[in-house]
């Protein structure tokens, strides 16, 4: 089994990643954020630390996932991961241009064929203001002040999600993440956790 689980900044990935691995006794893949050595700087100067914050991004998440599969967890165990390769894509979208998103197409081009596709995603999906309250909340000092995330900014990359899994071709289960709170009411949790039970064991188009 390989779930994913995907939103946009702040929607709490992470949180239900934690919750999704000790249910189903899977592996937990965290992606790596807070070490990218260019992210303040993105944020200060987005214009000249774009391209570095995306390859930086885009060959440790490869790294990643690879390192999983040639474990060979994909055919013998299970993994819960809280980015799909493909958010990559997302960001670069909104973050590159002209020569730069050119190579960067290039690369990812290469890399995404490579790695397995999830037999589900899902979708946490969340107003911006809600959004930007929980990054307040969480206090990571690249994201807060002057230079940090803006509204319009996350107002932008909920579209391109809300874009992305218009037309995802794989299994997604789209979840209203601002109505439900299951990092502190149990009952959230409980009836996240059957949503998801649910969504895995459904029958896909092909049964």
Avoid: C
Avoid at 54 to 71: C, M, N, P
Avoid at 109 to 126: E, F, N, W
Wanted: no cysteine.
């Amino acid at each position: 089994m390989y779930v994913v689980v995907e939103g946009p900044i702040g929607v709490g990935k992470t949180s239900l990643s934690r919750r999704l691995a000790a249910r189903y006794g899977a592996e937990l893949n965290l992606e790596v954020v807070e070490e990218n050595p260019f992210l303040a700087h993105f944020y200060a100067q987005p214009e000249l630390y774009a391209f570095q914050v995306q390859v930086f991004f885009l060959l440790s998440r490869y790294k990643q996932l690879e390192r999983i599969a040639q474990g060979g967890l994909w055919s013998g165990g299970s993994v819960v991961s809280d980015y799909l390769f493909a958010k990559d894509f997302i960001f670069a979208a909104m973050n590159l241009r002209d020569h730069e998103f050119e190579l960067y197409q290039d690369l990812y081009g290469h890399l995404s064929p490579r790695l397995p596709t999830p037999d589900l995603v899902v979708y946490l999906r969340a107003e911006p203001d809600e959004l930007l309250r929980r990054i307040e909340r969480r206090a990571r000092p690249y994201e807060q002040g002057e230079h940090g995330i803006q509204a319009a900014y996350l107002a932008e990359l909920t579209r391109r999600y809300d874009d992305f899994f218009r037309t995802y071709p794989g299994r997604v289960l789209t979840v209203a993440a601002d109505t439900l709170d299951f990092v502190g009411d149990p009952d959230h949790e409980q009836q996240l956790m059957q949503r998801v039970h649910d969504a895995l064991h459904a029958p896909s188009a092909a049964d």
